[in-house]
C-alpha cells in the first residue's frame, strides 16, 4: 500500500521540479524571517535570488546542532511564538535541550510523513497499534501517535516503563502493529517467549527506530514474533520519526523527499558525494514553517540511492546507517554525548574528572556503566559512605542525561588520563 | 586513647586482596587484625598493623585508594556479656557504631576495634565508666 502515491511515486523530473520551486521558496522564507540565515547568507554574499533551483542548494551554507544550540531556545524559529503549537527537545552536547517548535501545519506534515511510513510497512485503519515510544520532550511518542491516528488505526498510547502492562495490553487487544525502539521490541519478544506467550500474540508489523539497529537484529525480531519490521527514521530538529522509512524490500529507507531533501557530503570536504557512497546525511526541510533548516548536518554516515525501488516509489532512499560523525551514542533512544557526562561529572567535588563509559545490551536492553574514580580527599572508610556517593553522582548524571546510569567507583589510576585522545568510551554492542 | 586504623579500597576482582597483602609484605608491615567489608563491586579492607603510616604511604605509591581512620580499640573481659555491656553503654548514650570487628584475645582479655558517629564522645564515656581504649602502641604491647 502506497499512502500518497502521487507523492511518493512521482518521476524524477516532476520532484525535481517540485524540490526546485519548494528550495527557493523555502530559502526566501528564512532569508526574510531568520536573523541567522539571513547573516549567514550575507556573510557569503548570497540572495534569495541566487537560488533559482535545487542544484544551487550546494551554494547555501550548513546548519549544525551547535547553531540550535547557540539560538536556544527559539532563535532559529521563523515564526512568532504564537504560531508555535508545540515544542519538543532532545539533549544537547552540553546539558543545554535543542528546543524544536511545530507550527499547525507542521504538525499535519509530520503526521503526513509518518501516515506513509506506516502505509509503508503495511498498517492501515484495521490495525491496533501500540506506540511504544516515550511521550513527552522526546519526539518518538506523539510524533508516532499522529501519524498512526492519521491512517485510522485503533492507536493505543502505551508510552514506555512498563513492559508488563504492554504485554497485557498487545495480548488483550490483540494488538496486530508496535512503533517502539528495536531493542525494547526484542525485550518484549524475550518476556513473551520466556513466559511461552508467543503464539498468543497477534503481531504483524513493527516500526522500530529512534536508534540505529542492523539486518541481523531484524530478521531475528522478525522469526522470533513472526512479524515484518521496519525501519523508519527522523531527528527532532528535521521533525522527527518519519523523515524515512523502509518498505517491504529493505533495501533502503524511502526519504519523504518532497519534504525533507537529503544530501551526502564528504564531511572532510564538505562536497556532495555521488549516489552510494558514504558521507554525513544533510537535510533541507522544504516545507517547515516553525523551525526550517537549511542543509542540517545530521552527523549520521549512510549513502543514498536515487534509483526507482522494486515497490514502485521513486523516493530516494538512504542505506542502512553506518556510524556516526561525531561521537553521540544513542541509548536507550536518548542521544548522550561524552561531553555531558563529563560536565556532569565535574558538578561532583568527590571525583576526580576521569570517567569510562561502558555501554552494553543486556537482555536487549542498553545498559551505561559510568566508571569513576574517588578522589583521595573524599574517600570514606564506610560502605554506606560510598554508596552514598554513588548515588550522588548516579543522580547528577540522570539529571543531566535524563537516563539511568549504573555508576561503579574504581580503584586510582585505572582510568585513561591520556589527554585529547583518551577513550572515554567502549560500545560493546553491535549496532552497524 | 583514638587508634588508626588502616583503611584501603579495593576492586572486587581476583587477586587484588594478594596485592595488597604482597606491598605489605615487601615493607614489612605487620597486621595485628583485619576486617573486610565487601560489596559486589568493591571491598573495603580495614587494617590494624604495626605501621600504619608506613602501610599508608607504600599502599599510596603502588596506586592504592587508602587512608588511615580514627577507631577505637577497647578491651574487654573475655566472658559473655561484657561486648553486650559495651554497647548498651553507647547505645544508651546517643552513641551509633558504624562497624566493629575483633582485635585480639588473651587469656581473659580480649579487645574489639570500632568506628562510631562520634569517636571522641564514644572514647569519653567508655573511659569514664572505666573501659580502657587502647593506642597503637599499646595495642603492639597487648
Not at chain 1, 256 to 266: S, T
Request: charged share 25%; net charge negative.
Amino acid at each position: 500500500m502506497i499512502w500518497n502515491e502521487t507523492k511518493e511515486c512521482m518521476s524524477r523530473d516532476e520532484m525535481t521540479a517540485l524540490q526546485s520551486k519548494r528550495l527557493v521558496k523555502l530559502v526566501d522564507y528564512v532569508y526574510h524571517n531568520v536573523e541567522f540565515y539571513r547573516k549567514k547568507m550575507q556573510s557569503k554574499g548570497l540572495l534569495p535570488s541566487d537560488i533559482k533551483g535545487i542544484e544551487d542548494v550546494t551554494k547555501l551554507p550548513f546548519t549544525t546542532k551547535d547553531d540550535l544550540r547557540d539560538n536556544y531556545p527559539f532563535g532559529l524559529f521563523a515564526v512568532p511564538n504564537s504560531e508555535i503549537v508545540r515544542v519538543h527537545a532532545s539533549s544537547g552536547t552540553t546539558g543545554k535541550a535543542t528546543v524544536v517548535g511545530y507550527t499547525r501545519r507542521d504538525l499535519d506534515i509530520w503526521a503526513e510523513c509518518v501516515a506513509r511510513c506506516f502505509t509503508m510497512a503495511g498498517i492501515s485503519k484495521n490495525d491496533i497499534m501500540q506506540i511504544g515510544y516515550g511521550y513527552g520532550l522526546f519526539t518518538g511518542g506523539l510524533g508516532a501517535h499522529y501519524g498512526a491516528e492519521k491512517i485510522g488505526a485503533m492507536v493505543v498510547p502505551q508510552s514506555t516503563g512498563n513492559s508488563k502492562k504492554l504485554i497485557t495490553m498487545m495480548l488483550d487487544f490483540g494488538a496486530t502493529a508496535i512503533a517502539c525502539t528495536p531493542s525494547y521490541l526484542l525485550h518484549i519478544a524475550e518476556i513473551l517467549e520466556e513466559e511461552n506467550l508467543l503464539d498468543k500474540v497477534k503481531l504483524k508489523t513493527a516500526v522500530c527506530g529512534a536508534e540505529p539497529w542492523t539486518d541481523k537484529m531484524r530478521i531475528e525480531l522478525e522469526n522470533k514474533l513472526h512479524i515484518h519490521a521496519h525501519d523508519i527514521y527522523g531527528l527532532s530538529e528535521v521533525m522527527g520519526p518519519g523523515v524515512a522509512c523502509d518498505c517491504e524490500f529493505h533495501k533502503g529507507l524511502h526519504v519523504c523527499e518532497d519534504h525533507f531533501y537529503p544530501e551526502i557530503i564528504n564531511s572532510s570536504t564538505m562536497q556532495p558525494e555521488k549516489d552510494n557512497v558514504l558521507g554525513e546525511l544533510v537535510f533541507t526541510t522544504f516545507t517547515k514553517e516553525g523551525l526550517p533548516l537549511i542543509r542540517y548536518r545530521t552527523k549520521d554516515l549512510t549513502s543514498i540511492d536515487h534509483t526507482k525501488c522494486e515497490c514502485g516509489r521513486t523516493s530516494a532512499r538512504i542505506g542502512k546507517f553506518k556510524g556516526r560523525v561525531d561521537d553521540m551514542l544513542i541509548i536507550r533512544g536518548v542521544n548522550v554525548f561524552p561531553s555531558q557526562v563529563e560536565a556532569a561529572l565535574l558538578e561532583v567535588q568527590e571525583i576526580l574528572p576521569y570517567y569510562m563509559i561502558i555501554v552494553d545490551r543486556v537482555d536487549n536492553l542498553d545498559t551505561m556503566e559510568i566508571q569513576v574514580e574517588v578522589n583521595e580527599k573524599y574517600f570514606a572508610d564506610e560502605i554506606k559512605g560510598l554508596e552514598s556517593l554513588t548515588k550522588k553522582v548516579a543522580h547528577t548524571v540522570n539529571q543531566a542525561l535524563g537516563l539511568n546510569a549504573k555508576i561503579k567507583i574504581v580503584e586510582p589510576h585505572t582510568i585513561d588520563r591520556a589527554d585529547g585522545k583518551a577513550v572515554h568510551v567502549i560500545d560493546k554492542r553491535k549496532l552497524y | 586513647m583514638i587508634a588508626k586504623q588502616l583503611s584501603v579500597f579495593i576492586e572486587n576482582r581476583q587477586g587484588r586482596l594478594g596485592e595488597v597483602l604482597e606491598v605489605l609484605k615487601e615493607n614489612k608491615v605487620n597486621i595485628i587484625s583485619l576486617s573486610l567489608a565487601d560489596t559486589t563491586e568493591y571491598g573495603l579492607l580495614r587494617l590494624i598493623v604495626n605501621n600504619p603510616k608506613l602501610g599508608k604511604e607504600k599502599l599510596s605509591d603502588n596506586g592504592f585508594s587508602t587512608m588511615l581512620t580514627d577507631v577505637l580499640a577497647v578491651k574487654i573481659a573475655h566472658k559473655s556479656g561484657s561486648l553486650q555491656g559495651l554497647l548498651e553503654l553507647l547505645s544508651k548514650n546517643g552513641i551509633n557504631i558504624e562497624y566493629m570487628y575483633g582485635l585480639s584475645i588473651d587469656g581473659d582479655v580480649a579487645s574489639v576495634v570500632l568506628k562510631a558517629n562520634d569517636l571522641q564522645k564514644a572514647d569519653e564515656i567508655l573511659c569514664k565508666n572505666g573501659a580502657e581504649t587502647l593506642s597503637n602502641e599499646q595495642i603492639l604491647n597487648f
